[in-house]
């Protein structure tokens, strides 16, 4: 071979990049651009050859693989070299290719380590020894070195396993989702082989050898861009973000986390041993977030939006031009709390603030919409068609609000308001905001679920979700699961009877009602105090209800002809009560009968509270006749009292009629304690107990029953558990059977109340058994009862105190209890106990702590007793133990500060 001999020496060049174990890329000095490059090839050695793959441009082109000890003379050159500065020097150029041949020196100078006599040392290429000078000296040294190393049996001249010293290259990934679960988002080791542009590189994982491509996750840098005639122009920065990432990367020691899957290329972040490269191409201004793949970024998006808004406050680079859009939120309004009020289909709220209401929206999210709207049409006006329900027609909309509904409602959330949405096409202006509940995005739950999607913006629109990427990255999960929107089945789909107005369906409907005692609802509207348009889960109808038992003012109305009609006094304070009370909860009804019109008529009630009683006793609604039937009359006839007396809402201007009352003596107290067991005390201070004189029956029946169930074990599933039923219930803290009543069925679980001992458990219908009929002879033997002469308190840490101290005086013991007056229908009799030992009153002893009030009763015959308690609550109120600690809260000026008396 002729060459042009020269000797030019290149100063502070530094290694690049090392093609195999005898070539190497130099990087010179920069000169106000990228800095220029030479490849340069070490002389009079060869090195293994590396594998090369397939180019699918060129026919027949078919990968290699690599030779022996190919790969650690290239890993042994990149450990040593890349990024160190070096001296070489050219000993000669081959004509035509260029390609310059030499000696390379670590270091500034010849001083340095000479890198051809190390590999020679460690057996890593072979010396090319025609081409030797036998009159030079250096020369003839390398053929030392290397008969050295073949005796020393070093790298490629090992006398065995040379073999072994080749990769198994992966070129193509078959399955890439796959590969990507596989890694679980772990940090893989691995070299960078080629930077492509600032954002995409191609790498080698370790030690699988697995040959991927890797766009960086949640971001893009400038590319070249192919005009119409099909040539490429780089964007402006596009070399400059190369030559960043190149710089940093090039055959680095990295870590990659796989984390998604763009067509066959991976997404992911790279780690560099400094920190993050994707966020160090944000801060310097070569590149920008990219909401695409932004969702599957496992290592901190915050940091990346953060760096990205840094640039674009100094301007750096592609943000030179940069303006940030104005935001429309004032400071002040940017973050306040509320309760809970109502869920407006998937995506908005209604909140409670301190003294209104406010109607919000999760920001960058959209509800559940129509499958095909391109056909929809609009109502007739003469309203032939059938009415619009998008809260059942749309596939989704009724789970959305369903999840939101159970999650929110009546709870207090906080709001961080992100931007305001003008209005547009007639819409009103939108309030979009962040809400959380217990440290929750509300959003990113829903979205999770697949019950909602992530709005996508431009690329520079900052109005948007303060939480965006973790919106975007629970849409991916979901993506992933195929929940929700996402899923490949059928949408669900809610056939409702709505039977509101409709006489006839009405009246089908209303035996079945009457027959099913109280149904669970749902609250979906309320028109007035009174007024109530409910949808019954177990039979899927809508139905218009009416409050029974009371006289209510209705709200300002217009009626469909368009005849309006203004608020009755106090109607619209009753619709609010009602709304705040009732709206979108879970109530239980209990259906009368119907009126001409075909709307249910009927009792409510809210968590255990009846709504007409409610709206009685804030002074909303006055007894109606049609209540004295009814269990509740009494209680409603004393609050009804009350409000009069307290003048409230509708009874402000009430002149009370004076009647001439003929008082009648009452009968002498009847005193006849019995000796009872406390079985169970309750969180509305009731106990239950058990007769002493029936505790042998009692115990010699529950050994029959224990016996009969060994004998005879109920088969799983056997054993369908109805609402109100009497049967065997296993209780769970010591494993043995009771008799039990079953109060409410839900799905596989059930609550029952243990007749005998008055506790109630939440269990599995697989722990419930049928109760043969000689076992329900004997009558429950757990009666309730309520303390006599006392009140309960309104403050439930109050109260919670009072039942802590009744549970640890009288639960299990043996007492004496005496009958002092009937509580009515629904209502425990109340009663006087003892300590059978003792015979110190219980109430006493509670009222002195403080820990109860004395009610004051009118009857002659509890006159003693009352006066006694009286005593107590003085010595309780001079001592300001518990309810009296700041002094006497029934003053005046109790109201205020939230006292009730």
Known sequence: MSAQTSQVVIQRAVVKQVLSGDTVVLRGQPKGGPPPERTVCLSNITAPKMARRANPNVENSTETKDEPFAWEAREFLRKKLVGKEVTFTVEYK????????????????????????????????????????????????????????????????????????????????????????????KPIDAVIEHVRDGCTVRAFLLPSFDYVTVMLSGIKCPMNKTDAEGKQTPEPFMEEAKFFTESRLLQKDIKIILEGVSNQNFLGTV?????????????????????????????????????????????????????????????????????????????????????????????????????DTSDAAPAPKDGSSKRSRPLYDIPYMFEAREFLRKK?????????????????????????????????????????????????????????????????????????????????????????????????????????????????????????????RLYLPRETCLITFLISGINCPRGARTLPSGQSFPAEPCGEEALMFTKEMCLQREVEVEVEAIDKGGNFIGWLFVEGVNLSVALVEAGLAGVHFTAEKSPFYKSMVDKEAKAKEAKL???????????????????????????????????????????????????????????????????????????????????????????????????????????????????????????????????????????????????????????????????????????????????PDFASIKHAESEDDVVTSLVTEGFLTVDPRKEKRLAKMVSEYSKAQEEAKRQRKNLWRYGDFREDDAREFGYAR
């Open 408 to 532: 929110l409602i009546g709870k207090k959330v906080s709001v961080e308001v992100d931007y305001i949405q003008p209005p547009n096409q007639g819409f009103p202006e939108k309030t979009c905001c962040t809400v959380t509940t217990g440290g929750v995005n509300v959003a990113e739950a829903l979205v999770s679920k697949g019950l909602a999607t992530v709005i996508r913006y431009k690329q520079d629109d900052d109005q948007r979700s303060s939480h965006y990427d973790e919106l975007l990255a629970a849409e991916s999960r979901a993506i992933k699961k195929g929940v929700g929107l996402h899923s490949k089945k059928e949408p669900p789909i809610h056939r409702v009877a709505d039977v509101s107005g409709d006489v006839a369906k009405s009246k089908q409907f209303l035996p079945f009602l009457q027959r099913a005692g109280k149904s669970e609802a749902i609250v979906e509207f309320i028109a007035s105090g009174s007024r109530l």
């Open 649 to 827: 809402k509708i009874w402000a201007n009430y002149v009370e009629e004076k009647e001439v009352k003929v008082e009648e003596e009452p009968a002498e107290r009847k005193v006849n304690y019995n000796k009872v067991v406390v079985t169970e005390v309750t969180d509305n201070l009731t106990f239950y107990v058990q007769k002493v004189e029936n505790g042998s029956t009692l115990e010699k029946l529950m050994d029959e029953l224990r016996q009969d169930m060994e004998a005879n074990p109920p088969l799983p599933g056997a054993y369908t558990a109805r609402k109100g039923e009497t049967c065997a219930a296993k209780f769970s803290q010591d494993n043995q059977w009771y008799r039990a009543k079953v109060e409410k069925v839900e799905g596989g679980e059930a609550l029952v109340f243990f007749i005998d001992y008055g506790n109630r458990e939440r269990t599995s219908v697989s722990q419930l058994a049928a109760l043969s009929s000689n076992f329900k002879t004997l009558t429950p033997q757990a009666t309730e009862y309520s303390l006599a002469c006392v009140s309960v308190p309104s403050d439930e840490d109050a109260k919670q105190d009072a039942v802590d101290a009744l549970f640890n005086d009288i639960l299990n013991r043996t007492m004496l209890l005496n009958i002092e007056y009937r509580g009515g229908s629904g209502v």
């Open 271 to 371: 780690l560099h041993p400094n920190g993050n490269i994707t966020e160090f191409l944000l801060k310097e201004g070569f590149a920008r977030c990219v909401d695409w793949s932004m969702g599957v970024v496992t290592q901190g998006t915050d940091k990346l939006r953060a760096a990205e808004k840094l640039a674009k406050e100094k301007r750096l680079r592609i943000w030179k031009d940069y303006k940030p859009s104005e935001s429309s939120v004032n400071i002040k309004d940017k973050s306040f709390s509320g309760k809970v009020v109502e869920v407006v289909n998937g995506d908005a709220l209604v909140l409670k603030l301190e003294s209104s209401f406010k109607k919000i929206f999760l920001a960058s999210i959209r509800p559940p919409r129509p499958v």
């Open 94 to 185: 081959v004509p035509g290719s260029g390609r310059e041949y030499g000696v390379l020196y670590v270091g500034k100078d010849t001083s340095g380590e000479n890198v051809t006599e190390t590999l020679i040392t460690e057996g890593l290429v072979d010396v090319r020894q025609s081409g030797l000078r036998k009159d030079d000296p250096a020369q003839q040294r390398l053929i030392q070195l290397e008969d050295t190393a073949k005796a020393a049996g070093k790298g490629k001249h090992a006398a065995e396993g040379v073999s072994e010293h080749v990769r198994n290259i992966k070129w193509v990934i078959d399955n890439p989702r796959h590969f990507v679960d596989s890694h679980h988002s």
